[in-house]
């Protein structure tokens, strides 16, 4: 813990954000305590970001939500290696920050993140047997607004908000067929039951006015959403 401690103080003189693995062992995680070690020292809060968390005990869960440290998830590595499920229903229940992730694509094999978000949201209702436990408006932030808290950079990237950067971006999915904003929340539910990366055709910033984003030709200039960009 003081190797950690060293370090720690050193990221934080220097305004960086600190991440590390955590809870990949049931075993490791019921022997060393290493969430309530490090609340002990310290060395948990908002510029913390532990990396899957899938092994928790007692209260730990409750340490994290009062700290605000971070928790990313990355439900392919978590799976491949064993780590074991993400315990979503705790998470979420104490109000831990999440954020999802990769890892690594040589184990999760891609880096496609509407393949991770569809499955953090099976594993969440798996384990609550039920299919409406989390909601998808909760996964979409956790795979956007909750990285961006993570990394502290939620004043400029994150969200579809005016004066953010342009990062934030709509999909535009011409080949839906589908008037995917004019159903308002629904539209949700396309990008967990059809969306993959090679659908996103067009990405548009409509960020100044409520306009309809479909039926128009991707390399057309003349669509309302380019003009009022440009």
């Known amino acids: 813990i003081e190797l950690c401690r060293g370090e720690w103080e050193a990221a934080r003189k220097m305004g960086l954000?600190?991440?590390?693995?955590?809870?990949?062992?049931?075993?490791?995680?019921?022997?060393?305590?290493?969430?309530?070690?490090?609340?002990?020292a310290g060395l948990l809060g908002p510029d913390v970001i532990l990396v899957h968390d899938t092994n928790t005990v007692d209260n730990d869960s409750e340490v994290l939500a009062k700290t605000g440290t971070h928790v990313s998830l990355s439900p392919f590595t978590e799976l491949r290696t064993g780590f074991g499920f993400p315990p979503m229903g705790e998470l979420v229940k104490a109000g831990v920050p999440l954020s999802l992730s990769i890892d690594t694509s040589v184990l999760a094999g891609n880096c496609d993140m509407f393949a991770i978000m569809k499955a953090i949201h099976n594993i969440a209702n798996g384990e609550a047997r039920s299919e409406f436990a989390m909601p998808i408006g909760k996964v979409l932030e956790m795979a956007t607004m909750g990285g961006a808290r993570a990394l502290g950079i939620a004043d400029r990237v994150g969200s579809l908000?005016?004066?953010?950067?342009?990062?934030?971006?709509?999909?535009?999915?011409?080949?839906?067929?589908?008037?995917v904003f004019g159903v308002r929340g629904r539209y949700r539910l396309l990008y967990f039951a059809v969306v993959h990366p090679i659908n996103a055709h067009c990405i548009l910033l409509c960020l100044y006015r409520n306009i309809p984003s479909t039926n128009f030709n991707c390399s057309s200039t003349q669509h309302p959403c380019v003009s009022s960009l440009s």
């Open 17 to 40: 954000r600190i991440s590390t693995h955590m809870g990949t062992s049931l075993a490791r995680v019921k022997d060393r305590q290493g969430i309530k070690e490090l609340e002990k």
């Open 161 to 179: 908000t005016p004066g953010m950067s342009g990062m934030g971006h709509l999909q535009v999915l011409e080949e839906l067929g589908a008037d």
